[in-house]
């Protein structure tokens, strides 16, 4: 979620990259790193790209809470679902024995 953040960030106040980079004495390819997840920035870095993009700390490194929500439903979804299937294969599998019965 921080590299999105991250990313977000920097778009919302319209800088490129290399931009960033070389406004804070960074290098582009850890911008980058940030950005795509592979990596993240320490404390101190993160409070000097907190300030720079006239952000909190806090709204850099929130979760989304829309997302989270998202993932419950579909996760409670996926359950009541997997629930049905279970009373089909049970509904079938008695019919089966009492078509078998019957012959």
Known sequence: MLAKQLKSARLNKKFTQQE???????????????ENGSST??????KVLA???EISIQDLTKENKQLKEK????NETIHTQ??????IRKYFQQA?????GFY
Not at 20 to 34: E, F, H, P, T
């Open 96 to 100: 089966r024995i009492m078509i078998v």
């Open 20 to 34: 960033v980079a070389d406004k804070l004495n960074i290098s582009r390819q850890s911008i980058s790193k940030w």
């Open 82 to 87: 997997q629930q049905k299937l279970a009373n």
């Open 41 to 46: 920035p320490d404390i101190a870095t993160l």
């Open 71 to 74: 993932i419950s439903r579909n």
């Open 51 to 53: 300030s720079f993009y």
